[in-house]
């Protein structure tokens, strides 16, 4: 199995300053196909998770652009050019190269 | 709009079998995998079940591997997970999802494994 590694798992940050969670997988997520299927999702307290940036950068739809994804192959990056307070939750990377699908750990974002 | 709607979750007691649907609306359903993911209170996700567009594929985690079925209706824009021989580490929120990047997530439904 793959295992998806995040870091920090807990980030306080302060209104308006930039923020970045990192996610380091245990084997190449580059599919057959080409693509490498590693999304990154937020979870807001009480809600579903919803997907923020799928195929390690493209934004999805709806998604503030203060939100971007970057990386390759083993290590991948979310960031958030300024922290709103909106943006208060636990923030998921998965990957859906290879089954079983697998998710990191969760990193929660908390204002100071 | 994109709409996923799960259902019957409830409260069963270990060993009890349980069926969850989710329905779907607004996207091409059968042109989709669809995925069951859990959460258990306080924790993270974890990826349960996953079914191909056509059926034709299944995959499970370890852990359910055996006691749970993932089917779906084309015809009628559902998934279903049929969940038998209950266990108490069962107990999480499901949710279900569309798409190999989980692009839309349902509200979810609880399952509470306890005698």
């Known amino acids: 199995d793959i295992v998806m590694t995040q870091t920090p798992l807990s980030s306080p940050v302060t209104l308006g300053q930039p923020a970045s969670i990192s996610c380091r997988s245990s084997q190449s997520l580059v599919h057959s196909d080409g693509n490498t299927y590693l999304s990154w999702l937020q979870q807001r307290p009480g809600q579903p998770p919803r997907l923020l940036t799928y195929?390690?950068?493209n934004r999805f739809s709806g998604v503030p652009d203060r939100f971007s994804g970057s990386g390759a192959g083993t290590d991948f990056t979310l960031k958030i050019s300024r922290v709103e307070a909106e943006d208060v939750g636990v923030y998921y990377c998965m990957q859906a190269t290879q089954f079983p699908f697998t998710f990191g750990q969760g990193t929660k974002l908390e204002i100071e | 709009e994109v709409r996923l709607l799960e259902s019957g979750g409830a409260l069963v007691q270990p060993g009890g079998s349980l069926r969850l649907s989710c329905a779907t609306s607004?996207?091409?359903?059968?042109?989709?995998?669809m995925t069951w993911v859990r959460q258990a209170p306080g924790k993270g996700l974890e990826w349960v079940s996953t079914i191909t567009g056509n059926a034709a594929g299944t995959f499970y985690a370890d852990s359910v591997k055996g006691r749970l079925t993932i089917s779906r209706d084309n015809s009628k824009n559902t998934v279903s997970l049929q969940m038998n021989n209950l266990r108490a580490d069962d107990t999480a929120v499901y949710f279900c999802?569309?798409?190999?990047?989980?692009?839309?997530w349902g509200q979810g439904t609880l399952v509470t494994v306890s005698s």
């Open positions: 999802a569309k798409g190999r990047s989980f692009e839309s």
């Open positions: 607004g996207f091409t359903f059968s042109s989709y995998l």
């Open positions: 195929k390690i950068s």
